[in-house]
């Protein structure tokens, strides 16, 4: 088993809310919502050292919204 690293960080009370309202949505925790954000962060920038688009798609799989700057 990896060992665990305790981190402290600061945010605003707009980003401890936001953070709040995701983990209610997922059933989790805060914690839970930024490890999946780290992990969604990793497949963008993955994707762009590959030369592929990163982005929300459609149903059918055509994108619709395409994520940029990362």
Do not use: C, W, Y
């Amino acid at each position: 088993m990896s060992e665990k690293i305790r981190l402290s960080l600061e945010v605003s009370s707009q980003l401890n809310a936001k953070l709040e309202e995701l983990a209610e949505k997922i059933h989790g925790t805060k914690s839970d919502v930024l490890r999946r954000a780290v992990v969604l962060m990793e497949v963008a920038v993955q994707a762009k050292e590959d030369g592929k688009k990163f982005g929300v798609a459609h149903k059918d799989q055509e994108l619709a919204t395409e994520i940029v700057g990362i």
